[in-house]
């Protein structure tokens, strides 16, 4: 146990000794979870951190409008949404449901980690460094130039939205919609997304475009 927690990013380069002085002072919460329930839900407040240690989960977003519903699949051990523990707005920006058959979970309050966790250096850099990823990632992902042809249009929409830059995604959407959204007649959408389809980038189902991997799409199309 001690061997896998110590290679989560959260406490790598922490011994042994510093990880057992954490446990003698507060009990980590291991929960199994099992199929479709939820790790955590847009909107509450983010109390724990939580950590995925094994199984999958999807990051369900779905904006104020509820034109679309975008679904990202995450397989752990992954961390959910350390940015959300501090800041202006301490909630969850999505929802999280348990996609395998069970998903094993480690959480910790944001208390212990804030009284406890926060005296080791080692912690705290790694906490910075998430952020700092993350907050990169997002720039760059900002400042990449829109496609002129309807499939880089079409991959740049799904890519400025995903949370996680690789993985597969799903997303629900309607064709009109789509269209509307990057100023594209519906049968030059469908045009796009079948010749998409036929280049193995996405596959099509009634309602979603699924994409098995968005670093291949992202590759071919951006």
């Known amino acids: 146990m001690f061997d896998t927690l110590l290679q989560l990013p959260l406490f790598q380069g922490l011994t042994k000794e510093d990880f057992t002085n954490i446990l003698g002072k507060v009990k980590l919460h291991f929960t199994k979870v099992p199929e479709y329930k939820p790790l955590a839900i847009e909107g509450d407040p983010c109390n724990d951190l939580i950590y995925l240690l094994r199984g999958e989960t999807n990051l369900v977003t779905t904006p104020r409008h509820d034109l679309f519903t975008l679904y990202e699949f995450l397989e752990g051990p992954c961390l959910l949404e350390p940015q959300a523990m501090f800041g202006l707005r301490s909630n969850y920006s999505a929802s999280y449901y348990v996609t395998s058959k069970e998903a094993h979970i480690l959480s910790i309050s944001k208390a212990f980690v804030m009284k406890e966790l926060w005296r080791y250096d ?5 906490f910075a460094n998430i952020l700092c990823n993350r907050a990169q990632s997002f720039k760059a992902r900002l400042w990449l130039t829109p496609p002129e042809d309807i499939e880089g249009r079409i ?16 997303l629900k ?3 009109d919609d789509l269209g509307r959204i990057i100023n594209e007649t519906r049968l030059n959408v469908s045009k796009a997304l079948n010749k998409m389809q036929s280049d193995g980038w996405i596959e099509l189902r009634r309602g979603e475009i699924v994409v098995p991997q968005l670093e291949l799409l992202t590759e071919n199309c951006l």
Do not use: E, P, S, T
């Open 122 to 126: 080692i912690f705290r850099l790694n």
């Open 155 to 170: 991959a740049y929409f799904i890519c400025q939205h995903c949370d996680y830059d690789k993985g597969r995604k799903v």
């Open 173 to 175: 959407i309607k064709m």
